[in-house]
């Protein structure tokens, strides 16, 4: 077995195409990017020069990244606010972009219709109204509809559709 040694360290052009490379595999927010690219420079300067470069093409942008990834998350896995919040914190997106990018995304959008094609897509082929009268299968579709990002009220209000058990949920605090 081969022991792969460090990285070479790249220079300015080289940096750039690095950059290129891997932003043609996934987006990335500024500062993740930034992070790769400080990895492998030789300079810090280098990574200056490339981000500049990068913000100029428009390559480098947290405001659009920002509102793809949310758009994506909504539209493809049907995630709640909440969650897309979190996931760009998590990708070190600026909390006034991210919060803006969550906001312009889910306007228009109703969180119980997101609820109910949720419920539909991780229990398919159930009948919810007989899972959930177990308690525990209760509080596991509560669970996943939180770390769905989705809010309590809101989870609670869909649950009490096929449980009374979830009227007792009521006071249980918001959180995000």
Partial sequence: MALR?????LDSEALWEYALRILGQRAHSVN???Q????RAATSSDVNATMIKLREYGFA???????????????????GRF??????R??????????????????GTDERQLIEAFLRRKYRGKN????????????????RLRTAGFSTSA??????????QADEWEDAPEAE
Avoid: M
Wanted: aromatic share 8%.
């Fill in 128 to 143: 919810l109204a007989l899972l959930l009268e177990e308690p525990k299968n209760l509080a596991g579709a509560f669970r």
């Fill in 32 to 34: 993740e990017l930034k």
């Fill in 90 to 107: 998590s990708k070190k997106v600026a909390p006034a972009v991210a919060e803006n990018a969550v906001e312009k995304t889910f306007a």
């Fill in 155 to 164: 989870s609670i209000a869909a649950l009490r559709r096929y449980s009374q």
């Fill in 83 to 88: 969650r897309v919040l979190r996931e760009l």
């Fill in 61 to 79: 942008d947290d405001t659009k990244y920002s509102e793809a990834f949310a758009s994506s998350r909504l539209q493809n896995q049907g995630f």
């Fill in 36 to 39: 790769k690219l400080s990895t």
């Fill in 5 to 9: 040694g460090k990285p070479k360290k």
